[in-house]
């Protein structure tokens, strides 16, 4: 099943990347998060203009990630950063 809604970062997160590694900085809840260069490309590809199906099919080419489980980690995580308010959903 593909999933057609929009990541976005939130708007009053800071990020830099590190050797491919993301830093967040979230002011509104003090807090500093590591993600890890998978969760970094998923950040990276989360500027509004892709589904969570398109970064999923991204994540198969870049990391070696069998397809049929792409779709369900990329939903799966950002759906974390959802409930962090680190991120926010849009349907397209």
């Not at 050797?19 to 500027?47: C, F, K, Y």
Request: cysteine-free; proline content about 7%.
């Amino acid at each position: 099943m593909s999933d057609h809604r929009i990541p976005k970062r939130h708007p009053d997160t800071a990020f830099r990347i590190f050797d491919g590694e993301a830093v967040i900085i979230s002011p509104t809840q003090n807090m500093v998060r590591m993600l890890n260069p998978t969760g970094s490309r998923i950040w990276e590809l989360a500027d509004g203009s892709r589904s969570i199906a398109e970064i999923a099919a991204i994540l198969t080419e870049e990391f070696e990630v069998r397809p049929e489980h792409a779709p369900k980690s990329a939903r799966d995580f950002v759906l974390a950063l959802v409930e962090r308010d680190l991120m926010t959903l849009n349907s397209d």
